[in-house]
């Protein structure tokens, strides 16, 4: 992108970043349908299940304020399939939190 356009797009999104979500709690009243999505898997593919990752307790103290947030705001919704599990990833934002 040519240095003109993107400092156009920053400029238009800063001063417009009062209409973007920027917690799951600011969609609320979105339909979930808007953004939902489904994983079609192929049935003769063998299931992957990763050895539970065990975190730090300040760390698991995040991953949970995380996941409650989403559950409170109707984004996910818990589900039992034992045999495909995939650990968190934990990434830190750009200010090293």
Known sequence: MIEDVRNQVVNYLRKNKNIFAWTPLD???????VI??????DPSVKPVKQKK???RP???KIIQGEVNKLLSA???KEIQL?????NVVL???????
């Open 27 to 33: 969609l609320e009243g979105i339909d979930p349908g």
């Open 36 to 41: 939902t999505h489904h994983l079609n898997l």
């Open 53 to 55: 990752r065990h975190f």
């Open 58 to 60: 300040e760390k698991d």
């Open 74 to 76: 109707g984004h996910i």
């Open 82 to 86: 034992p045999e495909w599990l995939s």
């Open 91 to 97: 990434v830190p934002k750009p200010s090293g939190k």
